[in-house]
T-cell receptor, first 109, second 113 residues
Framework: GQNIDQPTEMTATEGAIVQINCTYQTSGFNGLFWYQQHAGEAPTFLSYNVLDGLEEKGRFSSFLSRSKGYSYLLLKELQMKDSASYLCAVLDSNYQLIWGAGTKLIIKP | TAGITQAPTSQILAAGRSMTLRCTQDMRHNAMYWYRQDLGLGLRLIHYSNTAGTTGKGEVPDGYSVSRANTDDFPLTLASAVPSQTSVYFC????????????FGPGTRLTVL
């Protein structure tokens, strides 16, 4: 079966750095996505990785290792508005997105 | 641009009743999707459509039907609602080339009693 694992919840301090991990086992791989979802709102796109390595976009970076079935999302200089759920999703061989359950990130002042 | 709109925003429905959730996009995306999101679970694909006139089943299609008469609209119908269909429903759309990023509507919160 297809499976994506990420921690259920993480807590971090405002101004700090946090790394959210995601491991996956899917039928094929055509890219990995990270989405942000604030409570009561729709998911919004953060990043996309299809090749190994680090993609940086402002305070957010995403890393991929295809051989290890592993990705992480790195958030720097945390702000209170970063409190949200972060969803990892993999595009499988049929180009369907397989979603993790999401990591709820709590930012404390 | 509006992107993707969904209606209604929320609804309380008696078990056994039928309902259609509406979804419209103005981005001219080929593909559209319906997901349900339940607490502690990831987004689960109900049905999808890669182009107008075609539809496919996702992970949890039972109890739901869709149609895709044109590019912009992708309604989801519950023929006879059951309490287990209480959920938040998201419609999404994407291109079928490039990154294939999915854009989401604001969601419909459905409660079946």
């Amino acid at each position: 079966g297809q499976n994506i694992d990420q921690p259920t919840e993480m807590t971090a301090t405002e101004g700090a750095i946090v790394q959210i991990n995601c491991t996956y086992q899917t039928s094929g791989f055509n890219g990995l996505f990270w989405y942000q979802q604030h409570a009561g709102e729709a998911p919004t796109f953060l990043s996309y990785n299809v090749l190994d390595g680090l993609e940086e976009k402002g305070r957010f970076s995403s890393f991929l290792s295809r051989s290890k079935g592993y990705s992480y999302l790195l958030l720097k200089e945390l702000q209170m508005k970063d409190s949200a759920s972060y969803l990892c999703a993999v595009l499988d061989s049929n180009y369907q997105l397989i979603w993790g359950a999401g990591t709820k990130l709590i930012i404390k002042p | 641009t509006a992107g993707i709109t969904q209606a209604p925003t929320s609804q309380i429905l008696a078990a056994g009743r039928s309902m259609t959730l509406r979804c419209t996009q103005d981005m001219r995306h080929n593909a559209m999707y319906w997901y349900r999101q339940d607490l502690g679970l990831g987004l689960r694909l109900i049905h999808y459509s890669n182009t107008a006139g075609t539809t496919g089943k996702g992970e949890v299609p039972d109890g739901y039907s869709v149609s895709r008469a044109n590019t912009d609209d992708f309604p989801l119908t519950l023929a006879s609602a059951v309490p287990s269909q209480t959920s938040v429903y998201f419609c999404a759309s994407s291109d079928l080339s490039g990154v294939r990023e999915q854009f989401f509507g604001p969601g419909t919160r459905l409660t079946v009693l």
